[in-house]
């Protein structure tokens, strides 16, 4: 079975910084791209950052210049460095995995969340 864990999340105050980990797991052949998306209380779901398997990497325009989003060599194990968080980075946090192939085909996984709050 194939699946996401992450870790990483928590309580931090205004300016603090998290680091979210995601790990992917199972018999997986290769994954295109890994990210995170986050989802406030009463808003959609929205793109935080992506990285490709040998692409450019892409990321809100709310966190550029304070998020970094990066992969192991492996390319299964994605991370992401939030430095000065704000308040309205509060979240659910949710590692996705876009085109796994594994031996019975492709699919996209979701993890299962990490909140992270920002607050004094």
């Known amino acids: 079975q194939v699946q996401l864990v992450e870790s990483g999340g928590g309580l931090v105050q205004p300016g603090g910084s998290l680091r979210l980990s995601c790990a992917a797991s199972?018999?997986?052949?290769?994954?295109?791209?890994m990210g995170w998306y986050r989802q406030a209380p009463g808003k959609q779901r929205e793109l935080v950052a992506i990285?490709?398997?040998?692409?450019?990497?892409k990321y809100a325009d709310s966190v550029k210049g304070r998020f970094t989003i990066s992969r192991d060599s492996a390319g299964n194990t994605v991370y992401l460095q939030m430095n000065s968080l704000k308040p309205e980075d509060t979240a659910v946090y949710y590692c996705?995995?876009?085109?796994?192939?594994?031996?019975?085909?492709?699919?996209?996984?979701w993890g299962q969340g990490t909140q992270v709050t920002v607050s004094s």
């Open positions: 990285i490709p398997s040998g692409g450019s990497t």
């Open positions: 996705y995995a876009e085109r796994v192939a594994t031996a019975t085909g492709y699919m996209n996984i």
């Open positions: 199972g018999s997986i052949f290769s994954i295109n791209a």
